[in-house]
Structures are given as structure tokens and as C-alpha cells.
């Protein structure tokens, strides 16, 4: 349970007066959830730059194009004409150097009278600009008398926002959020408050939001610094509890006498590669070891992680236990067995597959067989972690995909066994110090050679006027027998506001039908599992020869026919994405070719992103490139599958930080590991803020 401290800190935007139901839209939209924001996601919005009001210059002396704060005489009004509705509402204002003219477009009347009376004393702040040689403010953003400027913060914050909502209306937002900041207990050592200098963590949330100098909003001040490093904190403390629990002395060990590994070695069509063949013999001597295995297999898009797993699996069906494989999708989880299955049948492995799909009778049996040890390998969706999915001897777990699983996700996994091992799969090569952000303390093992035999993507970038050639191009290749995706970015208007003018693949599908006849197929993530399968069915087949298709091809599809994709709007993709589609070519003996179609102008890091991805398609460089170019989001796809992610922290920035909340944070657990005391209490408190508590449960109450 969070303490009850945080309570407020919980509380729903919308409790906050100002804060309405549009408000509300508009928050969740700009905090990127999926429910009512709390104040704590609030209080999280940092500021991303500053106006500075400090500048107080007589009329004489203000620099135009500068935002300054006058002190000025108000001395006669000049309403627009009447039946000129389109010119302004003068204001004429002096000191003892000169004039200033305040002025005010479609004011409401009674509203400018008000704010200046003739004659009285007024601050006003605002962007000078000279007009006609006059010093001139139009609408300044405060006018206050000299109650109100006692009062008048000298920097306001400017945070990033979304179209529709006010920065004013935030800013007072996130003061009444400031305001029901209870007092919270200090997490952080002594030594490292005392090394780093850190301010309370009330103080930095204070300075940021209120700055009190130009410097306190900055990610590598000490204010920002401190918050980052709470949040890298959490994380790391919540992996390290997991993985407490996960390195418990496991009882048995799993390796076997390597008979099935053998069998499959032999069956496959090809020789492993050296990476492939070292990934093994450590995913082997982990598997012996007395303490169970996490690790993480990192390799490009098809460089065959998929025949390692599998091995991985046969290694523990040697000594009798069983394995599961759990994908993120439907599609990757049917492909995997596909993969896998001829292979495990002649070693004698028996697998089976367990997705939303498989209901009723057929799911009974395949359940019963399970329990009863009759399946060696399960591969599937969530649909693996469902209460009743029990397993006799569940001894590894093997997750594909890793970032797209909470760790919920993996926890409940690995509970349905006693001492699971862990093996994770990503295809989105990961840099080192990001997977000790986001999965904490692994043993890496790296696929970085291709298999032989791959030809190199013959990767162009195009501007989407000049799709008609696309079009004929893709025509062509249509006509000499090619495998074509075209991949667009969104299924329909409604799954994003404003983003209207992106191409919609069922357009896109019904004008390349109209064009290329009945073998133009398309798939996309509103249509059920079955349907899916089918349409990529029917590609593998031939019988669909270009196949439209927003990202549900994302992950791990392979069809190594296929040697053309066009990418539309590719500029709205982020890199590693960019990245993962274009593997789904390439896969074949085949020479392929990748278009990527963009809309123009180009932003700048749009147009970085479309060269790094031109240039190469080595998948550890491109995620290092995705890191210099726009931070961590992206490299792990968070963005785009939405999982919370990290809001403070920036590791081009915090690279530091994070190696010493990892120190902290193992330097807990051996001291503290059930988070007992009054240091425990605030570290419980740190993890419910940062909402990274799924470990406590584990370790029990304080
Ligand atoms: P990924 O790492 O993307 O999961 P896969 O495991 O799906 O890659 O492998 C991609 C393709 O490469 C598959 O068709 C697989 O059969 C093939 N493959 C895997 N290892 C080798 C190898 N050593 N030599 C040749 N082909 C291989
Ligand atoms: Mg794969």
C-alpha cells in the first residue's frame, strides 16, 4: 500500500481549481497518459527553458527585441475607433526618460481601463519592440501595481506544452501542485547528499518550477540533478529487489548432458555463427551455475536470436523441465514456432503455442498437457502469464522483446516456476549504460555478426512528391516476381488527434489495389490475430505480392522473400523503428531495397535520423546515434508502446548519476535489503512516488 503521505500527491489533476475536463485532455495528451494525470505527473513536467523578467531599465535604456519590466506613469488611453474592429487599443505610458505605448488587440471592452487607470503607477512587463521609433509592448504579459509586483516572480518557467493549453494556465497548475507537496522523508544516504550536494528533494522541486536563477532550471544543475537522481534511484532499487529474488540460490541446476542440442545442431540447414555459438556455451555454463540466470541476448534484427532460445529451451528439457517463450505479439509469437517447430520435432522437443487465440477445448488440453510435463517449450503471448497457465517444471523464461513487458510481466512469468532463469531478447540494440538503466544488472551476450549470406538494403530516401515514381517503380518490381511491403503510419484518422494529413494505410491499400489489382493485401493492428496471420500467410505465399502495412510488421515478422519496403512519412518514425521495419527485408539471398518517403520540410533531427538510417544498418550504431539525437525514448520504443519510461533523467546528461544510484542502490541491498527503519520507510516512499513498487510485495511489509 503507498503511504498515505503521498495521497495528495496522487490526487487527480482535475481536483485542482482551473482544471477541467478540457484541461484534463489536453494533460493527458502532454503527460502522455492514458488517465487523469496526477499532481505528482505535474510536479514531474520540468521546465525546458526560462523568461527572464529581471531587467528593469528606464524607457531610455530597454534593448528592443528584450523582455524587460517597466515602471511607468499611465497617461492617456486611445480605444480602437469604433468601427474599426482591427485596430489596437493604445495606451500611452511614461517615466522620466520616455514614452511607451502599451498596446492591446480586440480587447474587451472595460478590460484595458481597468488594468491602467490614467494616472496611476503601473509595472509592466512584456518584449519591447521599437514601432514607427516609438518604444512599444504589445499585450505584456503582466501588468501588476506595486502590491503585485512585490510579488512578481523575476523568471518564469516555460514548460513543454501542447496545442490548446496555456502556459499560463499550467504554470498555476503546477503552483497549487507545489503547495500540496507534503513534507517527504530524506531517501538519499548522507554521503552521497553530502559527495553530490543535493538539496531536499522539496527544494529542488521548488527551484525548478520557481527559479530563482536562470541556472536552476538546468538539467545538469544541482536542483534537476537531485530529482534525476531520485527517479534513477527507484529504478535501480526496484531491479535490484527483483533481482534479489531472482538470484536466490536456485535448487537444481539445468543444464543438461547437451543430447537435444546436439539433435537440433545437426537438423539446421545451416552452421551457427561464432556469436551465436559463444551465446550458447554462456547461456549453458549460466544454466550450471548455482544461481540463476538473467541475461539479456542482443542482436539485429535477424541475426538469429530465435535458434539460440530454442537451444536455451532444449538445454533444460535435457534434465526434464520446461520453457516458455513469451513475444509481445501474435504475429512474432506464430513465427517463432514456425521456426522452431520442424527443428524441435526432429530432436524430439515438444512444443506447443498459447495465445488469446487457442479458447476452449483446445486450450483445456493443451493446459493439461502442460501440467502434466508434456510440453517441453510453450511459446505465446500474455496469454502465458493467465492464473491458470501452470506449468510442472517451469525452469526458464525466455522474453522476447523485453522493453515491451513490464516488469510485472516478466515477475509473473518467472512465479509460475521455483528458481526460473531469465533469458531476454532484444533486437533493439541496447547501449550499455541503458540496460543498466532499464534492466538493471545483466550478463549481456551480443550477436553481432549477420548470417551468411545476407546481402546488404539499398537504403534511399524520397520526397513524397515524388511518389508516382515510387509507384512505378514498386510496379516493376511488382512485375519481376518481388516481395513489396509498403508501410504506412497510423490505421485511421481517429487514433490521433491532428494527425489527419498522415497517410492511411486503408486509403493507401485501396488506391494500390485499384492500380495493382486483387494481390495488394493489408494488415494492420485492428484486425484480429487470425485475420493477420492469414494476410501474412498469403504473403509468404505469393498470393499477396505487396502488402500494405502500418508497424504491426514491426517486430521479428519474417518473410525473407520480400526485398522491397517503401516507408511513408518516415519522418515521423523514430529511429529504432525505422530501423526494426526495414529488417523485415533483407532476410533473403535476395538484393533489396528500402524507399524511404518523406514528407517535406525536413526538421533537423528528422533529416539526421533519414541519414544515419541511409547510411548503415548496423543496428548497435544506430541506436547509439538514436541516443545522441533525441535521448532514451526512442531507443527503447517507449514512445511508442507507451510504457513508463524515464521522465528526469537523461542519460546523455545523468550518465553519472546512474552508475551512482546503481551504487546506492546495491549498497541498499546489502545493507537494508528489507527496506527496515526509518531509512527503509522513506526508501517504501521513493518507490511508491516514482511508482516503481512492484518489488515491494516481495520483500513484505517494513
Ligand atoms: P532474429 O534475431 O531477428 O530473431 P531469427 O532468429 O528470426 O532472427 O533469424 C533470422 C533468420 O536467419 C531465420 O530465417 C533463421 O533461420 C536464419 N538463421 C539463423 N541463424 C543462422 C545462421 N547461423 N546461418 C544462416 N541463417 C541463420
Ligand atoms: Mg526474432
Known amino acids: 500500500m503507498r503511504p498515505a503521505l503521498l495521497n495528495p500527491l496522487f490526487a487527480p489533476v482535475t481536483s485542482l481549481s482551473g482544471v477541467g475536463p478540457k484541461q484534463d485532455k489536453l494533460l493527458r495528451y502532454l503527460l502522455d497518459r492514458s488517465e487523469t494525470p496526477r499532481l505528482v505527473d505535474l510536479l514531474l513536467h520540468l521546465p525546458a527553458s526560462v523568461i527572464d523578467r529581471r531587467a528593469r531599465p528606464k524607457i531610455r535604456d530597454a534593448v528592443p527585441g528584450t523582455v524587460v519590466t517597466l515602471e511607468v506613469t499611465i497617461d492617456r488611453h486611445r480605444p480602437a475607433p469604433p468601427r474599426s474592429s482591427r485596430a489596437p487599443y493604445l495606451v500611452y505610458a511614461s517615466d522620466d526618460t520616455g514614452d ?26 512584456g518584449t519591447l519592440q521599437m514601432y514607427d521609433g516609438i518604444p512599444q509592448i504589445v499585450h505584456p504579459d503582466r501588468v501588476v501595481d506595486e502590491e503585485g509586483f512585490a510579488k512578481l ?21 503546477i503552483a497549487q501542485a507545489l503547495q500540496k507537496l507534503p513534507a517527504l522523508p530524506e531517501w538519499i544516504s548522507p554521503e552521497v ?11 529542488a522541486l521548488q527551484r525548478v518550477h520557481v527559479p530563482a536563477e536562470l541556472t536552476d532550471i538546468l538539467p545538469d544543475g544541482l536542483f534537476w540533478s537531485r530529482l534525476a537522481f531520485d527517479e ?18 536456485a ?6 548432458d547437451g543430447h537435444l542440442r546436439h539433435r537440433i545442431i545437426d537438423a539446421l540447414p545451416y552452421a551457427l555463427t561464432a556469436s551465436q555459438r559463444d551465446a550458447m556455451a554462456a547461456i549453458a555454463e549460466d544454466l550450471r551455475q548455482p544461481v540463476r540466470m538473467l541475461r539479456l541476448l542482443q542482436g539485429d534484427v535477424g541475426s538469429g536470436k530465435t535458434v539460440v532460445a530454442l537451444l536455451a529451451a532444449a538445454a533444460v528439457a535435457e534434465v526434464g523441465k520446461q520453457a516458455a517463450l513469451m513475444a509481445p505479439t501474435e504475429i512474432l509469437a506464430r513465427q517463432h514456432i514456425k521456426t522452431i517447430a520442424p527443428l524441435a520435432e526432429r530432436a524430439g522437443l515438444r512444443v506447443a503455442i ?15 498437457r502442460l501440467e502434466a510435463g508434456e510440453i517441453d517449450l510453450l511459446v505465446g503471448t500474455h496469454a502465458l502469464i493467465q492464473d491458470d497457465v501452470i506449468f510442472k517444471s517451469l525452469a526458464l523464461a525466455i522474453v522476447d522483446e523485453q522493453h515491451r513487458f513490464g516488469v510485472r510481466e516478466r515477475l509473473a512469468l518467472t512465479s509460475k516456476g521455483e528458481a526460473v532463469d531469465v533469458l531476454v531478447l532484444s533486437a533493439t540494440p541496447i547501449p550499455r549504460t541503458l540496460v543498466l538503466t532499464y534492466f538493471g544488472d545483466m550478463d549481456i551476450s551480443e550477436l553481432r555478426e549477420k548470417p551468411a549470406g545476407r546481402q546488404p538494403i539499398d537504403t534511399r530516401t524520397v520526397p513524397a512528391s515524388r511518389i508516382s515514381d515510387v509507384i512505378d517503380a514498386v510496379g516493376r518490381a511488382l512485375k519481376a516476381g518481388k516481395l513489396v511491403y509498403w508501410i504506412c503510419p497510423l490505421v485511421e484518422e481517429s487514433e490521433a488527434e491532428g494527425t489527419e494529413h498522415l497517410t492511411n494505410a486503408t486509403k493507401r491499400f485501396e488506391s494500390l489495389q485499384k492500380r495493382f489489382g486483387d494481390r495488394v493485401g493489408l494488415v494492420h493492428g485492428q484486425m ?4 493477420k496471420d492469414a494476410v501474412m500467410a498469403q504473403f509468404a505465399a505469393h498470393e499477396i505480392t505487396l502488402l500494405v502495412a502500418t508497424t504491426v510488421v514491426e517486430v521479428g515478422v519474417d518473410v525473407p522473400a520480400a526485398s ?29 531495397t528500402c524507399l524511404l518517403l518523406y514528407q517535406e520540410p525536413l526538421g533537423e533531427i528528422a533529416k539526421a535520423r533519414l541519414k544515419v538510417i541511409r547510411e548503415t544498418t548496423d543496428g548497435f550504431r544506430i541506436a547509439e546515434e538514436d541516443l545522441n539525437l533525441r535521448g532514451e525514448g526512442d531507443v527503447l520504443g517507449i514512445r511508442q508502446s507507451g510504457l513508463p519510461g524515464y521522465r528526469i533523467a537523461r542519460p546523455e546528461v545523468h550518465g553519472q548519476l546512474i552508475a551512482q544510484a546503481r551504487e546506492e542502490a546495491l549498497r541498499t541491498m546489502k545493507d537494508n535489503p528489507k527496506l527496515k527503519g526509518e531509512r527503509g520507510e522513506a526508501l517504501r516512499c521513493l518507490l511508491y512516488l516514482f511508482e516503481r513498487d512492484e518489488a515491494i510485495p516481495l520483500i513484505g511489509a517494513g
Request: glycine residues 12%; aromatic residues 6%; hydrophobic residues 40%.
Open 153 to 173: 516572480s523575476g523568471i518564469d518557467p516555460v514548460y513543454p506544452l501542447t496545442e490548446g493549453l496555456a502556459i499560463g494556465s499550467l504554470r498555476r497548475a
Open 528 to 531: 484480429k490475430g487470425a485475420e
Open 564 to 592: 522491397i519496403m517503401v516507408i511513408e512519412n518516415a519522418e515521423r518514425f523514430g529511429l529504432a523503428q525505422l530501423h526494426q521495419l526495414r529488417g523485415r527485408i533483407g532476410r533473403g539471398s535476395e538484393a533489396s
Open 232 to 249: 534513477l534511484l527507484a529504478g535501480q532499487l526496484a531491479l535490484a529487489l527483483i533481482r534479489a529474488q531472482l538470484r536466490r540460490p
Open 193 to 203: 547528499l553530502r559527495r553530490c550536494s543535493f538539496p531536499p528533494i522539496a527544494e
Open 251 to 256: 535448487g537444481d541446476r539445468n543444464a543438461g
Open 100 to 125: 511607451v505605448v502599451l498596446t492591446f488587440f480586440r480587447a474587451q471592452p472595460g478590460y484595458v481601463e481597468k488594468l491602467l487607470p490614467v494616472g496611476a503607477k503601473r509595472y509592466v512587463s
Open 354 to 368: 498459447l495465445t488469446g487465440r487457442e479458447k476452449g477445448k483446445e486450450r483445456r488440453e493443451l493446459l493439461a
